[in-house]
T-cell receptor
Framework: GEDVEQSLFLSVREGDSSVINCTYT??????LYWYKQEPGAGLQLLTY?????DMKQDQRLTVLLNKKDKHLSLRIADTQTGDSAIYFC??????????FGGGTRLMVKP | DTEVTQTPKHLVMGMTNKKSLKCEQH?????MYWYKQKAKKPPELMFV???????INESVPSRFSPECPNSSLLNLHLHALQPEDSALYLC?????????????FGEGSRLTVL
């Protein structure tokens, strides 16, 4: 089955850029997603990238996809304290179900 | 309306109780999901309903019983649970035929089993 890995924790200062990384093993996914989960809440879809794209920009968010290295990243520009949350990458598999990474906890210090 | 609404937000139950979690969406989505999430872990898929029919059951114990009364509602009936079943239970919905994996999640029901 699909294996999706993320680092556990990232700490940045307010105003800096954050880069959250994700590696995966199965390259058959059509779409790759980033979800955000704030404390005590459900998951919110932040952005996604189609597998034939290398980059997608959406306001402060930039998604980079390196299919050769099976590496996905999410860059948040001008990180704010409100960006503190857990970020999950997720891939859809052949059955169109999601496989989530373990999540990266982003802490933004003032 | 782009919300998935879950009730109750918090539930405490004993191992002999019977309770239900409820989920509602009015986005016209025909796929609905139950996920279980333990602390500091990603969500784990439990059940998927597609067009009101159970399409995926990820080997979930029978003490969890899903029900989809209509296309807008999804229930999870709980009976004889164990303390290790304590978790955040998330409901989600998606469009059939849409991008696979574009899920809309509710805020979750936090379950504590004593």
């Amino acid at each position: 089955g699909e294996d999706v890995e993320q680092s556990l924790f990232l700490s940045v200062r307010e105003g800096d850029s954050s880069v959250i990384n994700c590696t995966y093993t199965d390259s058959s996914s059509t779409y790759l997603y980033w979800y955000k989960q704030e404390p005590g809440a459900g998951l919110q879809l932040l952005t996604y990238i189609f597998s034939n794209m290398d980059m997608k920009q959406d306001q402060r968010l930039t998604v980079l996809l390196n299919k050769k290295d099976k590496h996905l990243s999410l860059r948040i520009a001008d990180t704010q304290t409100g960006d503190s949350a857990i970020y999950f990458c997720a891939l859809n598999n052949a059955g169109n179900m999601l496989t989530f990474g373990g999540g990266t906890r982003l802490m933004v210090k003032p | 309306d782009t919300e998935v609404t879950q009730t109750p937000k918090h539930l405490v139950m004993g191992m002999t109780n019977k309770k239900s979690l409820k989920c509602e969406q009015h986005m016209g989505h025909r796929a609905m999901y139950w996920y279980k999430q333990k602390a500091k872990k990603p969500p784990e898929l439990m059940f998927v309903y597609s067009y009101e029919k159970l399409s995926i059951n990820e080997s979930v114990p029978s003490r969890f019983s899903p029900e989809c009364p209509n296309s807008s509602l999804l229930n999870l009936h709980l009976h004889a649970l164990q303390p290790e079943d304590s978790a955040l239970y998330l409901c989600a919905s998606s469009q059939e035929g849409g991008r696979g994996g574009e899920l809309f999640f509710g805020e979750g029901s936090r379950l504590t089993v004593l």
